[in-house]
Every structure is written in C-alpha cells, then in structure tokens.
C-alpha cells in the first residue's frame, strides 16, 4: 500500500482553503486544514504532515511568525513550508526565504503550478530523508568496521603478547616450583638449628643471630616465603588464560560454527573483567549447569556475552 502525502492548508479564508483543496485531494493527497497560525503549530505539534501550505495573512500570528515558530522547533524544523499570498514585492518574497521558507505561490492559483510547486518539495523532501538514512547507514557501517578493525590489531597484539610470554611465564612456574621445594628444606635446616641452646655453647653467636632475626623480621619471613611462592605458582599461570580469552574474544575472521559452551564463554569474558576491573565492580555470576552445547560461531558469542 503507498502511503499518501499529508498537506496542512493553512489558510483562514474558506474559498481558498477549497479551492487549494480542490486542486490537491483529487491527486490524492490527504488535506488538513488550520484556521489559524496557532492551530497550525498544535496540528504539527500532534502530528507531523509531509508539507505546510501557509498563507502570509492568517489572524493573530501572521505567516512569517507562525513559520518562524515552526521552524524554531528541533522536531518540525524539517518540514517543508510554501507560502501562499500575494507576494508581489522582492522585500516579502526576501522576508519569506528569511524564516526558512522553501517556496511560494501567489494568488490567484494556477492549478498546475500549485501541484507542481508541491510535488517538487515533496519529492525533495523523500530524498532528503532518503539521504540522511543512507548516511546514517554509512556511518553504521563506518563504525562497526572501525570496531572490526581494532578487534583485529587486538587479536594480532594479543597472539604476538602470547607468543612472547608463554616462555618467561614457563620460566617463573618452573622457578617458583623450585624455589619452594628449596625453602622447605632450607626450613626444615632452619627448624633444627634452633633446637640447638647456642646461649650455652656460644652466648656471643646467639646474641649476634637475635639481632639478626629481628633486622631481617626472621618470623615473619619464615611464616610467608611459602605462602608467597604458592600465590606466584596460583597467578603465573593465569596470565596465559587472561591471554588466550583475549585472542578468543578478538577472533572477528572466523566464519566457521563449531560447538560452543556457552557457560565456558560466560566465565572466560568474566576473568578478563575481572582482571580489569576487580576493584571497582562486584561481579555476581549465577550460571545454569548441564546446558548443552550450541553451534556458532564462537568468537561472536564471546563478543555478545
């Protein structure tokens, strides 16, 4: 069904007002009328026609304020308004285009002239709008490619980032791993050295070991050097998880589907936030277990969720 043209007449003189509408309706455009200036502005104010036909002489507000209003409000400002009248002097046809008038026709009407003159802003109008969505669209597409793009340099970072850090994060376990099971024995040496009554045997080596345990926090240090080599041994190994969910995440080239565990994308997104962000956001994560698998594409889910 084609949707037929709305025309606000807006004219207080009832000859002219039928025969514009007479001219008009039978090409089957839909005729509002408006008596005055202000019931112009509510008509538009309720609902928006395509075009305003103003006549410059209506009552209490005349043509070139009630268009001026018009004009002055962001959602009617793109109406297009012919004025209609006896515009015979430069000054008012002047005064017209000043308020943002696209056009006028002058007294008498000439009946193809009336349809002419409307069918032209009519038809400027649709490509207006026409335009402004294609642009609109553009800039849609504009910025989802941007987003592709930086997705892409993210994920040629991040498997660059993985490359280089995958040896030096195996390095630290292996040492960290090391390290410890040196401590405990170097602990366990520690533990039978203080068995031993050296204030007996040798008062001057015990006073000396005393002042040096409590420059060095001796207890403190014995209580937290394990703890400390089991939370590098918890976190080194996090930092290739937090790299792989970023290079995951980064995949826009995959096209193919594959079975997804929507669970497993949920808590993969949640350690990078996490990581991110752990101190300024409370993260409460409440997944439904045994959920089946789906097919997709993998890196869009992760991207979605």
Avoid at 1 to 12: F, P
Avoid at 43 to 55: E, T, W
Avoid at 78 to 95: H, N, Q, S, W
Avoid at 263 to 290: D, G, H, T
Wanted: aromatic share 6%; proline share 3%; with cysteine.
């Amino acid at each position: 069904m084609i949707e037929r043209d709305e025309i606000l007449l807006v004219e207080d003189n009832l000859e002219n007002l039928k025969v514009l509408a007479g001219i008009l309706k039978p090409k089957g455009y839909i005729i509002r009328l408006a008596m005055s200036g202000m019931k112009a502005i509510k008509s538009i104010k309720a609902k928006a026609p395509n075009l305003v036909l103003l006549d410059v002489q209506v009552p209490w507000m005349d043509g070139y304020e009630t268009c001026r209003v018009i004009k002055s409000h962001g959602d009617m400002a793109e109406i297009p308004i012919i004025f209609v009248g006896a515009l015979t002097e430069v000054v008012d046809k002047i005064r017209a285009f000043e308020v943002a008038a696209v056009d006028f026709i002058e007294k008498p009407f000439h009946f193809d002239e009336v349809l002419i003159r409307v069918n032209t802003h009519l038809t400027i109008k649709r490509q207006s709008e026409r335009l402004q969505q294609a642009l609109l669209q553009v800039s849609q597409s504009q910025t989802k490619l941007i987003q592709s793009d930086r997705l892409v340099s993210l994920g040629m970072l991040t498997a660059g980032i993985a490359h280089e850090i995958n040896n030096p994060i195996n390095y630290v376990n292996a040492g960290a791993i090391g390290i410890e099971l040196d401590l405990v024995n170097l602990l366990k040496l520690l533990d039978y050295y203080e068995t031993i009554d050296f204030e007996k045997q040798l008062p001057d080596v015990a006073q000396k070991i005393e002042i040096l345990k409590g420059q060095i926090k001796y207890i403190y240090l014995k209580n937290n050097l394990i703890t400390s080599i089991k939370d590098i041994k918890m976190g080194a190994p996090r930092t290739p998880e937090i790299i792989s969910g970023l290079r995951r995440f980064s995949r826009v080239d995959s096209n193919q589907h594959s079975k997804v565990n929507v669970n497993e994308v949920i808590r993969s997104n949640l350690k990078i936030v996490k990581r991110i962000s752990e101190k300024q956001i409370k993260l409460n994560c409440n997944l439904q277990e045994n959920i089946n698998e789906v097919n997709w594409y993998s890196c869009s889910l992760q991207q979605v969720s």
